[in-house]
């Protein structure tokens, strides 16, 4: 699977749930990138932006789409990645704040 492929069959999936990619296309593409090189890596697409143990069961929160998703998106209608957005944030209808780390510290190292 290559990233155009895996950029297709995730928008299948998460748009009717109502999530869009963001419309910073470059963007999306390099972490769909990261997301196989993930996959490669630990057998899982985890989240890019996070730092994983390679231990699926302890990085279970960060796969992508992570838990956080659901909450930074509906506050900041973005996700920490700024891969999953709100139509209102493509739209610039809401500001582009930053989001910030939901994931508790202990789970981190």
């Not at 895996?6 to 998460?14: D, F, N, T, Y």
């Not at 789409?65 to 944030?89: F, H, I, K, M, Q």
Request: proline content about 6%; charged content about 30%.
């Amino acid at each position: 699977m290559n990233a155009e492929q895996l950029h297709e069959m995730l928008k299948k999936v998460q748009e009717p749930k109502g999530y869009c990619f963001s419309d910073d296309t470059g963007r999306v593409m390099d972490l769909m990138q990261a997301l196989l090189a993930n996959k490669e890596r630990y057998g899982y697409m985890v989240c890019p932006c996070r730092l994983a143990s390679g231990n699926k069961e302890k990085d279970r929160d960060i796969i992508c789409p992570c838990v956080y998703r659901t909450d930074d998106v509906a506050e900041y209608g973005s996700c920490y990645c700024n891969l999953y957005v709100s139509g209102e944030w493509n739209e610039g209808r809401i500001p582009r704040d930053y989001v910030p780390e939901r994931r508790p510290v202990d789970k981190i190292f």
